[in-house]
């Protein structure tokens, strides 16, 4: 089966602290993407960074990195200096070949950074 | 204009109404998407279309009917909802077979069934 799993319901944290959003996937397809998405309050998904199966280094977008840990099926997102405009949910996603290309979502993570 | 743009943004209609969801793509992607979001719950992929063709339904009740006349334009025809269908509902555009696409969202329509 494929799965992606988010543990973290909601985190606080505060301001300009790093934060580390969970997420770790289920895939017996050795191909697959991996993405993270930012959904403010407004409702729109703004894409935040990709990370393929067969990449040698960790995706680095800005202020976001992705630590990706293979063997462990981990793909973790790390936002440095956190920011207020940074509360929002946040979605980790997956796309492989046997789930013909179709995104499979976690729960999400619903992050609120505090002053 | 550029993106993905859904209209409208909010919409309140009656369990014996009909109504349609507008979504419109300025990218040049040859797939589009419908999807359901409820609070509290995993996004739920309801429709896709890969070049004009509906390639994917994933058990949706026939009260929601999508329509995609063209490569930029989708549409989901409502009728005869129920309180439970009350969501946010998304429409997003990527370029299809390709594992390292990221999918463009519109700001969805925050739907309520009363």
């Known amino acids: 089966a494929q799965k992606i799993t988010q543990t973290q319901p909601g985190m606080f944290v505060q301001e300009k602290e790093a934060v580390t959003l969970d997420c770790t996937y289920d895939t017996s397809d050795p191909s697959y993407g991996l993405f993270w998405y930012k959904q403010p309050s407004s409702g729109e998904m703004i894409f935040l960074i990709y990370?393929?199966?067969?990449d040698q280094q960790n995706a680095t977008e800005g202020r976001y990195s992705l630590n990706f840990q293979k063997a462990r099926k981990s793909a973790n997102l790390v936002i440095s200096a956190s920011q207020l405009g940074d509360s929002a949910m946040y979605f980790c996603a997956m796309r492989t070949r046997d789930s013909n290309y179709q995104l499979i979502w976690g729960a999400g993570t619903k992050l609120i950074i505090k002053p | 204009e550029t993106g993905v743009t859904q209209t409208p943004r909010h919409l309140v209609m009656g369990m014996t109404n009909k109504k349609s969801l507008k979504c419109e793509q300025h990218l040049g992607h040859n797939a589009m998407y419908w999807y359901k979001q409820s609070a509290k719950k995993p996004l739920e992929l309801m429709f896709v279309y890969s070049l004009e063709e509906r390639v994917e339904n994933n058990s949706v009740p026939s009260r929601f009917s999508p329509e995609c006349p063209n490569s930029s334009h989708l549409f989901l025809h409502l009728h005869t909802l129920q309180p439970e269908d009350s969501a946010l509902y998304l429409c997003?555009?990527?370029?299809?077979?390709?594992?390292?696409?990221?999918?463009?969202f519109g700001q969805g329509t925050r739907l309520t069934v009363v």
């Open positions: 990370q393929g199966s067969y």
């Open positions: 997003a555009s990527s370029q299809s077979g390709q594992l390292n696409t990221e999918a463009f």
